[in-house]
């Protein structure tokens, strides 16, 4: 499956913004798919995974109750809902998808190339 990220941009803190990742491909329905992001001079971390029919989630404790993580199965795409921005929020964010459940990267095998979002202050 191939994977491109999209939605990134400017946003002033305390504010939302909702990135998309499109999928090609028939099998987007079968594989978990989670959003991580990269600040610079950061290590990559994750953010938020889905499972593959929707019904379970995940989020790192940084995001929890700002950010929504959602998908479409019969559109191919997966989302993901931020807000109440912080400046702290600034990084590339990257969606993969994968056969496992979990935070590692390690489990996804397939990755977009990244949208950049920034948060002013």
């Known amino acids: 499956v191939q994977l491109q990220a999209s939605g990134g941009g400017l946003v002033q803190a305390g504010g939302s913004l909702r990135v998309s990742c499109g999928a090609s491909g028939r099998a987007f329905s079968t594989y978990n798919m989670g959003w991580f992001r990269q600040a610079p001079g950061k290590e990559r971390e994750f953010v938020a995974l889905i499972s593959s029919n929707g019904g379970n989630t995940n989020y790192a404790d940084s995001v929890k109750d700002r950010f929504t993580i959602s998908r479409d199965n019969a559109k191919n795409i997966l989302y993901l809902q931020m807000n109440s921005l912080k400046p702290e929020d600034t990084a590339v964010y990257y969606c993969?998808?994968?056969?496992?459940?979990?935070?590692?990267?390690?489990?996804?095998?397939?990755w977009g190339q990244g949208t950049l979002v920034t948060v002013s202050s």
């Open positions: 993969a998808a994968g056969r496992g459940w979990g935070s590692n990267g390690a489990l996804y095998r397939y």
